[in-house]
């Protein structure tokens, strides 16, 4: 079965810091990948998600991850960060083609300091 | 368009008791899932149900878990009798397809079991 590792649990960074939130996945075939947030008090949603094509995906708010096939990562980046990121970020994984399940790593909280 | 809500949104039941999680998807989405967040862990598949059949109910963790989602709108979560280790977040989503990649999330219930 696949399986998601988030290796930062809790990051703390000034305002304007740059982010970078790693995930690696273990999974031989080929997968789809995604981020999600969650803002305090509210409902988790999607920031980005990497089917095919281009490795450098863009989300919103700023965010991008790129897709490393070598490595099995999907590292989320922002180049500076504000206030109003501060929120708790999952990476999640499904197999490509047909149903499958979401897998979701055991996500980051980010908090930033203004 | 009303985006997937769960309710209640906080829940604190006795050890013993009964609690019953109600989910309404997007309009028109087939496809309705719950996931669990134990606190600490990650996010975890429960069942999915296409309209009001289980499609997958792998991830459901006991029998004392009944998800039932008759005329294949609103779904609800039942767990009797409650142990501790319930306790967590509920989510729902829904999705309008099956192929895992276009879910949206609910905000989740809160569940303390004491």
């Known amino acids: 079965a696949q399986s998601v590792s988030q290796h930062n649990h809790h990051v703390i960074l000034s305002e304007a810091a740059s982010l970078e939130l790693g995930c690696n996945y273990s999974y031989g075939g080929t997968v789809n990948l995604f981020w999600y947030v969650q803002y305090p008090g509210q409902h988790l949603q999607l920031l980005l998600k990497y089917f095919s094509g281009d490795p450098l995906v863009k989300g919103i708010k700023g965010f991008e991850a790129e897709f490393i096939k070598s490595k099995f990562s999907f590292n989320l980046r922002k180049p500076s960060v504000q206030w109003s990121d501060t929120a708790e970020y999952f990476c999640a994984v499904t197999l490509s083609g047909g149903y499958q399940k979401v897998t979701f790593g055991t996500g980051t909280k980010l908090q930033v300091i203004p | 368009e009303a985006g997937v809500t769960q309710f209640p949104s906080h829940s604190v039941i006795e050890k013993g008791q009964t609690v019953t999680l109600r989910c309404d998807p997007i309009?028109?989405?087939?496809?309705l899932y719950w996931y669990r967040r134990v606190m600490g862990k990650e996010i975890k598949f429960l069942l999915h149900?296409?309209?009001?059949?289980?499609?997958?109910e792998s991830g459901m963790p006991n029998n004392r878990f009944l998800a039932e989602r008759t005329g294949g709108t609103y779904s609800t979560l039942k767990v009797q009798p409650a142990e501790l280790e319930d306790s967590g977040v509920y989510f729902c989503?829904?999705?309008?397809?099956?192929?895992?990649?276009?879910?949206?999330f609910g905000e989740g219930s809160w569940l303390t079991v004491v």
């Open positions: 309009s028109g989405h087939d496809n």
């Open positions: 989503a829904s999705s309008r397809d099956s192929s895992g990649n276009t879910i949206y």
């Open positions: 149900f296409v309209k009001e059949s289980k499609q997958d």
